[in-house]
Nanobody, 120 residues
């Protein structure tokens, strides 16, 4: 009933930029926090950045100053990635806390992931 669809991944050289988008669709009453996570080759999934419904943001130290998270509207989150490094290579996942009806609770939803590859 709820889908998160990411786009914008690809192959880029070190120092380049990419812009990831994630749109939520389906039966949505409201969305609370939205976030990006990533999982590099042979690594565990890690948190990258998050943004509240009010627009407050936070990001991991490893990407601070290079990545920016924003919300284009209530249902869409953007991750602008600049000065990319080979160690940023990973599958990037969108995450959101979504309530599907007024009397419901916030469930945790994930996108299918988008590959980002940074060549040296």
């Amino acid at each position: 009933q709820v889908q998160l669809v990411e786009s914008g991944g690809g192959l880029v050289q070190a120092g380049g930029s990419l812009r990831l988008s994630c749109s939520a669709s389906g039966t949505i009453f409201s969305i609370n926090d939205m976030a990006w996570y990533r999982q590099g080759p042979g690594k565990q999934r890690e948190w990258v950045a998050s943004i509240t419904s009010g627009g407050s943001t936070n990001c991991a130290d490893s990407v601070k100053g290079r990545f920016t998270i924003s919300r284009d509207n209530a249902n869409k989150v953007i991750l602008q990635m600049n000065s990319l490094k080979p160690e940023d290579t990973a599958v990037y996942y969108c995450n959101a806390e979504i309530k599907t009806r007024y009397w419901g609770y916030f469930g945790n939803y994930w996108g299918q992931g988008t590959q980002v590859t940074v060549s040296s």
